[in-house]
């Protein structure tokens, strides 16, 4: 497998690398829960860049991992194979069979640059996408595809790294995959909430901003170092967003929306440790 870094002068920022890796010839082939038709792969490809140009906008240097056009074809949404903090790295074990084999390649890559690597192991599942870090607080989604026991190990590893952590049941609210489908955090105490989490108990320390209705598909929007990363097409949610002082980059994710993928999905953000 290769992967190539590709550095950037200007990482200066709370976040100095991200790892990605764009949709494989496969990509259609992968698991979806939402009736929007197939996606058309150059233009996948093409978003995908722009996705990358725009974190390279933000200062990061990317980690590029090769696509994996034969066996793995959900693999460009890397978000769901770790979890990365500034004290450590935590492998998930993701909650679809189909995808355990991902996470191989995202050991090898971040042995580069954590000394060690914690891991969740059976009988829990957990898939990146349902964790959202606030500070120094982890909100852990329990859903269809990370446990209850997936949940409390991973609790365990943020606590061992110093963090605080709390679950959120959302296997009873229609229409998101994972809790980072309605929900985001911009810093400053600040959460992005789609209504149907906007009222719940675990976020009440938090300054919410509602995603307006018909929006909800941004709430999975991006702060990364000085701008917010936000899908085109949701002009409602970006004026309240730029209306605290946010610069937005609206990035098209229409083929990564028809595979239940988000903005988060396509990178692992991290700084590395030392």
């Known amino acids: 497998m290769l992967v190539r870094i590709v550095e950037n002068p200007y990482s200066d920022g709370m976040f100095t690398h991200a790892v990605i ?16 038709g197939t996606p058309d792969l ?20 990317l980690v590029r991992l090769d696509a994996d056009d034969l066996h793995f074809p959900d693999s460009t949404f890397v978000e769901d194979a770790a979890i990365l903090t500034p004290r450590g790295a935590i492998l998930m074990r993701p909650g679809a069979p189909s995808r355990s084999g991902e996470v191989d390649a995202i050991r090898e890559t971040l042995q580069e640059f954590y000394p060690r690597l914690d891991a969740i192991i059976a009988p829990g599942t957990v898939d990146g996408g349902d964790i959202c870090e606030a500070g120094d607080h982890f909100f ?3 859903s269809h595809r990370t446990n209850e026991a997936g949940a409390r190990k991973l609790a365990e590893i943020l ?14 609210i229609p229409n998101i995959l994972h809790i980072k489908s309605g929900i985001a955090y911009l810093g400053e105490s600040r959460l ?3 209504d149907a989490l906007a009222e719940h108990a675990a976020f009440r320390d938090f300054e919410v901003i509602r995603v307006p209705a018909g929006d909800e598909y941004a709430a999975n929007c991006v702060r990364v170092n000085e701008f917010v990363l936000i899908p085109a097409g949701f002009p409602e949610l970006t004026r309240r967003i730029e209306e605290l002082g946010y610069a937005t980059i609206p990035l098209a994710m229409s ?18 440790p030392g």
């Open 21 to 36: 890796r764009p949709p494989g010839a496969n990509f259609a082939e992968g698991l979806t829960t939402v009736e929007l």
């Open 42 to 61: 150059k233009v996948a490809c093409k978003q995908h860049t722009a996705y990358c140009e725009a974190l390279q906008r933000c200062g990061l240097t």
């Open 140 to 142: 852990i989604g329990i």
């Open 159 to 172: 606590a061992r790294q110093g963090y605080r952590a709390s679950c959120v049941d959302i296997r009873g």
């Open 192 to 194: 992005v909430l789609i």
């Open 255 to 272: 083929e990564f929306q028809k595979m239940d993928g988000g903005l988060s999905c396509l990178s692992l953000r991290f700084t590395p």
